[in-house]
């Protein structure tokens, strides 16, 4: 499989270099290569099974609409984009292509959110207030991360409440800690997630194009990584 990675940073070489250990042949663009999406022309994106993007929020949304107007296949690591996910999804079914984003691709991150809405439901109607608290590298862009924000909406969705507060710590090179708290007059309940590399996010990701590379269609990691 051809895989085409956006994005050199320390996540993105991570996937290409997780996907060249599965076999895949696989091609980096960075940011100086594809300024405002230049480079990724219907021709040259084509050339590829998946396109994988590590971006940033300000980049992501250029790269999709070119990408997608192509008919690629996409799995879309980056966060903070959410607001055009609407006009994202259009083009991927307009165009025939495939869109596969996620907050995190982390496995046991997923499992996490489960938890968390199974925690939120258990508890809503026994006094218990919760709260989100994360840490992350000091280059991650988006605060709260999307990922904190995605466990937000899982507690709030099982508890049937809103306004669960996140904190964000932005620390050294800290790869991703997101910790859900319940807490009552008798007692506090912790449901934590520590990542020691990003290695979990990569190969995840790649999982994720091994599995996009033959659909086309809009999916929410959530929904599909117990296939991946």
Same mark, same amino acid.
């Not at 690591?77 to 259009?90: E, F, Q």
């Given at each position: ?7 050199? @940073? ?71 984009? &959410? ?17 596969? &984003? @996620?907050?995190? &691709? ?89 990542? &020691? ?32």
């Amino acid at each position: 499989m051809r895989i085409l990675v956006l994005g050199a @940073g320390k996540t993105g070489k991570l996937v290409a270099e997780v996907a060249t250990e599965r076999g895949h042949s696989v091609y980096v663009l960075d940011a100086k290569e594809n300024k405002e999406a230049a480079a990724l022309t219907a021709p040259f994106v084509t050339g590829f099974d998946v396109v994988i993007d590590f971006t940033t929020p300000e980049a992501v949304v250029q790269n999709m609409r070119a990408c997608l107007a192509a008919g690629a296949r996409m799995v879309i690591g980056t966060t903070g984009w &959410y607001d055009k996910l609407h006009d994202m999804r259009a083009i991927a079914e307009r165009r025939g292509a495939g869109l596969l &984003y @996620g907050t995190n &691709y982390s496995i046991g991150v997923q499992v996490m959110l489960q938890l968390a809405r199974q925690m939120g439901a258990a508890l809503k109607a026994a006094g218990y207030t919760f709260s989100i608290e994360e840490t992350h590298h000091t280059s991650k862009l988006d605060s709260p991360s999307g990922t904190a924000l995605t466990l937000k909406a899982a507690v709030e969705k099982g508890a049937g409440i809103s306004g669960v507060q996140v904190v964000s710590h932005r620390v050294g090179d800290e790869a991703g800690l997101h910790m859900l708290k319940a807490e009552s007059a008798a007692d506090r309940l912790e449901l934590t997630h520590a990542s &020691y590399s990003r290695r979990g996010f990569a190969e995840g990701a790649v999982r994720a194009a091994e599995w996009m590379a033959h659909r086309s269609g809009c999916y929410d990691f959530q929904d599909v990584y117990t296939q991946i």
